[in-house]
């Protein structure tokens, strides 16, 4: 597979909770890839959380930071990279992550939910109806979402490994064929 691929990244990307770090490391653990999650190398470039970052700043400066650490990240080769959830919502991104393999984690909301109904680090759930707003921000986003070259449902209850065999087993299904060069 990882010659099929040609070292080209891969790009996670999906809302909030559905998994892009965890099955990230595993996915790339697997291909022989370096993992990288853009929200990490935003906190530690800056040396702050992106809860901070947030509260501080605002969402435009978060957005804008995550745009620049991506535009970097597309210059190298055979990563596999957990996006922030909302990094599909500047069209400047979308040139950045064209040049790699996007792949989406489709959750239900109602298990997005489940998962992160305890986490209050994330600050677009600081919000008195959090499953209302994980609604919401999905309506909003899956047209965008729906735009990776591949889209791995994951049920309630999926365990990692098993997204990740998933995820390997589909990857050929869009590869473009070799050419051997046969004229």
Partial sequence: MQERLKGINIYLIGMMGSGKSTIGGLL??????????????????????????????????????ESKVLSEICAYKKFVVATGGGIILKQMNWSYLRHGMIIWLNVPVEELYHRLKEDQTRPLLQHPDPLQQLQILLEKRQSLYAQADLEIKINPGGVPQQVVTQILEKIPTILKPQSYGLN
């Avoid at 697997?30 to 990288?36: A, S, V």
């Avoid at 190398?41 to 804008?64: L, M």
């Fill in 28 to 65: 790339a653990k697997q291909l022989g890839y370096r993992f990288m999650d853009t929200d990490d190398i935003i906190s530690q470039t800056t040396h702050r959380s992106i809860t901070d970052i947030f509260a501080t700043e605002g969402e435009d400066v978060f957005r804008d930071l």
